[in-house]
């Protein structure tokens, strides 16, 4: 018989939190009458010699700047550690499962609100042809209303329940429509993974004024203008969803740019607020791709931090969602992502595709 001993550890000395799981045939060792001190060597030499857990150490050693020649090096010892770990990817790969992935929605798709009931009445259907596993379009409000496509985000708290941006639905269907959609496609043995847009908001309720200095769109390094008044589209009160699901209004300052100033339509720029900066860990390309459209969410401001994790846990919990789909990740912190809400959303049941 088999028997799963586990242990969960913590050593403040070395700040570190692991799970060990060891597994034995016909046995069970209590590895908890062991000393102390043994079961730490025991939990650190794994942690050393997981090869994973080693190509994570090497990228932090590179720092927090991601610049052409960090990026060379991570290339090159990426290609290396492939090179040296080769066979244990390959065994590892023969146990997983091989599932198979559909997008299930175009960018094209018939605004008519019925996309949500479709996959009710398909779900079985998708699940007999050897479909494993959905992506879902985004499931939110956008700035488009019941005509927008989803990645226009305005209020990821509104699934199509709460009359904002012109309609209640959503290009897809309502919130009921939507949860009853997933509980009928897990029912077929399908897996689901929700479309994740935290890079921008889009849409704002009000104009708000702040100070900003003007980047050229095509090298986001190079400044083009002094400092100035810039009137925008930033400020997020949702008067049709009030406080429920989160009381969090959004305002410029959880914002580091924007492509917009009322005073001065004409003038094309990416205005980033004063005493700001551009994210790091993004995509090179413009010099700095952080920001992509309407307003970038400033993802070293706590608030930001705190809805987004907030919000992640709501939606597991309200639709039973198993994973995520990424959206932008080229522009966003990749500390955020990595070591911030993917390792925060770990804790849950939920994983990822990017």
């Known amino acids: ?21 060891l597994q034995w045939e ?42 052409p020649s960090v990026l060379s090096d991570a290339q090159t010892y990426l290609g290396e550690w492939l090179q040296e770990h080769s066979q244990t990817l390959a065994k590892r790969r023969q146990l997983e499962f091989n ?24 779900a079985r259907e998708l699940a007999a042809a050897g479909i494993t596993a959905l992506w879902l379009p985004p499931a939110y409000k956008g700035v488009g209303g019941g005509m927008d496509v989803g990645y226009g985000i305005y209020d990821l708290f509104d699934l199509g329940e709460f009359d904002q941006k012109g309609s209640i639905r959503t290009k897809y269907g309502t919130k009921d429509e939507y ?6 496609a897990k029912q077929a043995g399908l897996n689901i993974y929700a479309d994740v847009v935290f890079n921008h908001r889009m ?10 200095i003007p980047f050229d769109f095509s090298d986001r390094n190079r400044q083009i ?45 990416v205005f980033r607020m004063k005493d700001k900066s551009f994210e790091t860990k993004v995509d090179l390309s413009q ?33 039973g969602v198993d994973g995520f789909r990424l959206d932008a990740i080229k522009h966003i912190n990749g500390d955020f ?12 049941s939920a994983t990822y595709l990017q």
Request: hydrophobic share 35%.
């Open 1 to 21: 018989m088999q028997a799963i001993q586990k242990i969960y550890l913590f050593d403040r000395k070395f700040d570190l939190s692991v799970r060990v799981i």
């Open 26 to 67: 016909r046995s069970l060792i209590i590895l908890g009458q062991k000393s102390r001190k043994t079961l730490f060597y025991l939990v650190r030499t794994l942690i050393v010699t997981n090869p994973y857990q080693k190509l994570q150490q090497r990228f932090k050693t590179l720092g927090k700047e991601l610049t």
């Open 99 to 122: 599932g198979t992935l559909m997008q299930w929605f175009h960018w094209y798709l018939p605004a008519d609100g019925r996309h949500w009931q479709t996959l009710k009445e398909q």
């Open 179 to 184: 949860i009853a959609a997933i509980q009928i």
């Open 203 to 212: 849409g704002g309720d009000a104009e708000e004024e702040f100070e900003a």
């Open 225 to 269: 203008g002094d400092i100035r008044q810039v009137k925008s589209w930033t400020k997020f009160n949702f008067p049709g969803r009030g406080e429920q699901y989160s009381s969090m209004k959004w305002s410029w300052w959880h914002f580091d740019s924007v492509d917009y100033n009322s005073h001065d339509p004409s003038y094309k720029a």
């Open 287 to 319: 010099g700095n791709y952080d920001y992509l459209m309407g307003c970038d969410l400033d993802m070293n401001h706590p608030e930001v931090r705190g809805e987004l994790k907030y919000w992640g846990e709501w939606i597991i919990n309200t639709t």
């Open 337 to 348: 992502l990595v070591i911030g809400w993917i390792t925060w959303k770990r804790n849950s």
